[in-house]
């Protein structure tokens, strides 16, 4: 220690006396580190922190009391210290036992009556048990994040579950769709096959034994009445392809029958007694059958007409 250093401890001794008598049962470490690191006094909670009596550590360099990871550490904060007069940040001190002691420690640098430097006095807090507390708080952090990403990459799962089964089921309707339509085809095309064989059947079997019929000697009635039923039978078809739909979408269900009985070859006369309306009013409709029908102006019999539209296959 040199001269100048020896005097200042001189001038410093009696301050420090009296700082130890102030600090001595103060339950936060205090320590006054000399200009050349040295421990120049420690207060029982210091030592007791460190796990040491207080004379054990007087006169020791301070950098004992770091681990060698936390010497740099360190000495920032010293320098900081000195450029700044004061210092506050968190340190990793060591034990007497070697453990680790993660500390508070503020820093305020000592100056003389003529203001020169002569030392600091730092205090130290232990925070071991923030330090856990942190530690466990980011373990459960950590923990819930896991456990997060579990819940996450189980919903992924069966999502990802979810999104299969409805590929298979929109294949299985897909597959069932073009199942149905082809049914409805197979259907529709039956249909038509039935109904060429009914309609084949009416005109070459049924249809030729009323004409036959016909050439008897029957009443005027029965006649007429064979006249409907061949009209009839033949406008079974009228909506199969044999009729165009718009033609009897502009007709009323009377002119409809109307229109069998004319077909037939009925007279406006004959129309009259088997329907039981006046000759008058059968004119009429026929007048508003052949109107609707694009037949007005034109010489075209009424009958021939609906028997090619309604009747011919």
Same mark, same amino acid.
């Given at each position: ?24 049962? !103060? ?99 232990? !925070? ?186």
């Amino acid at each position: 220690m040199g001269a100048s250093n020896r005097k200042e401890r001189r001038q410093v001794e009696p301050q420090l006396r009296f700082l130890a008598d102030l600090v001595e049962h !103060i339950a936060v470490g205090i320590a006054f580190v000399d200009r050349e690191g040295c421990l120049a006094f420690v207060n029982r909670a210091f030592a007791k922190l460190h796990g040491y009596d207080p004379g054990e550590l007087t006169g020791q360099r301070l950098v004992k009391l770091y681990p060698a990871d936390s010497v740099m550490s360190a000495a920032l904060a010293d320098l900081e210290t000195e450029n700044s007069g004061e210092f506050t940040t968190e340190l990793v001190h060591a034990r007497q036992d070697g453990s680790s002691l993660p500390v508070s420690r503020s820093s305020s640098l000592v100056r003389s009556e003529e203001g020169t430097p002569i030392g600091m006095v730092i205090t130290v807090r232990d !925070i071991s048990e923030r330090k856990l507390t942190e530690s466990l708080a980011t373990e459960s952090h950590k923990k819930r994040v896991r456990q997060l990403e579990e819940s996450l990459q189980a919903i992924s799962e069966q999502l990802e579950e979810a999104r299969s089964d409805l590929q298979k089921q929109a294949r299985r309707l897909k597959y069932a769709d073009e199942a149905l339509k082809l049914m409805i085809s197979q259907m529709e095309d039956f249909k038509k096959d039935t109904e060429r064989t009914m309609f084949r059947n009416i005109t070459e079997v049924v249809l030729p034994a009323l004409d036959q019929l016909n050439t008897l000697k029957l009443p005027e009635s029965a006649r007429h009445l064979l006249n409907s039923l061949a009209f009839n039978l033949k406008s079974l078809f009228l909506d199969s392809g044999h009729v165009g739909e718009e033609e009897l979408t502009v007709l009323t269900p009377q002119e409809i029958r109307l229109c069998e009985l004319i077909g037939s070859g009925l007279t406006s006369k004959e129309i009259a007694d088997t329907t039981g309306i006046s000759p008058g009013t059968v004119s009429a409709h026929r007048f508003n059958i052949r109107r609707k029908l694009g037949l007005v102006g034109s010489r075209r019999p009424l009958a021939s007409h609906l028997r090619q539209k309604f009747l011919e296959p």
